[in-house]
């Protein structure tokens, strides 16, 4: 257990939804980086918030956001979703960066959404 | 551009050693780090390596040349619970982008 937590675990909805995806970090960590990784495809890094506000982007879509609340909680917002956006979307924290620090990120279980 | 090459497919023997394998470009070098992934699962933090040498970890093993720009992950003493994918990431220089470069990992297959 990473204490990375993620919810829902699933979500089925259809074309054209809108969904919200939860992340809570590690107890501690201020970075918050959210990924997708389809069937047989590479981790594709999305976004990232360093407590509070976005510090890296990726390769996220206009369609989808995120934000990081004042309690580090994370929210990543899917909407007018297509079939191809269905795959496993993953939550990762890491602790504040320090010299000689590997600022490792634990991953959280994941949220595998399916648009049908 | 930026780029991480990972053998796509490994096959090994239990109780046999097997070695991973990733060669990297990035704009400038900050860590290398080794995840494991079962199929389904999140990825699990196995090994970084910042400086050159081997970094041991128990059964696993992380080696790292930055002038070749190449990494390897050894596994001894193989088990089946080792079937999974190996991701190879790096973190290029850092500021204020400071996102990881992942491959797309090797999936490695241990036969009884």
Redesign the interface.
């Known amino acids: 257990d990473s204490g990375v937590t993620q919810t829902p675990k699933h979500l089925i909805t259809a074309t054209g939804q809108r969904v919200t995806l939860r992340c809570s970090p590690r107890s501690g960590d201020l970075s918050v980086y959210w990924y997708q990784q389809s069937l047989d495809q590479g981790l594709q890094f999305l976004i990232q918030y360093y407590n509070g506000e976005e510090r890296a982007k990726g390769n996220i879509l206009e369609r989808f956001s995120a934000q990081q609340f004042p309690d580090l909680h994370s929210e990543l917002n899917l909407s007018s979703l297509e079939l191809g956006d269905s795959a496993l979307y993953f939550c990762a924290s890491s602790a504040p960066a320090r010299v000689g620090m590997a600022e490792t990120q634990y991953f959280g279980p994941g949220t595998r959404l399916l648009v049908l | 551009g930026q780029n991480i090459d990972q053998p796509t497919e490994m096959t090994a023997t239990e109780g046999a050693i097997v070695q991973i394998n990733c060669t990297y470009q990035t704009s400038g070098f900050n860590?290398l780090?080794w995840y494991q992934q079962h199929a389904?699962?999140?990825?699990?933090?196995l090994s970084?390596n910042?400086l050159d040498g081997l970094e041991e970890k128990g059964r696993f093993s992380s080696f790292l040349s930055r002038s070749k720009g190449y990494s390897y992950l050894l596994l001894k003493e193989l088990q089946m619970k080792d079937s999974a994918s190996y991701?190879c990431a790096v973190?290029s220089l850092?500021g204020?982008?400071?996102?990881?470069i992942?491959?797309?990992?090797t999936s490695l297959a241990v036969n009884p």
């Not at chain 2, 204020?96 to 990881?100: M, T, V």
């Open positions: 860590g780090f389904g699962e999140a990825p699990t933090f970084y910042v991701l973190r850092g204020n982008n400071r996102k990881l992942w491959g797309l990992g």
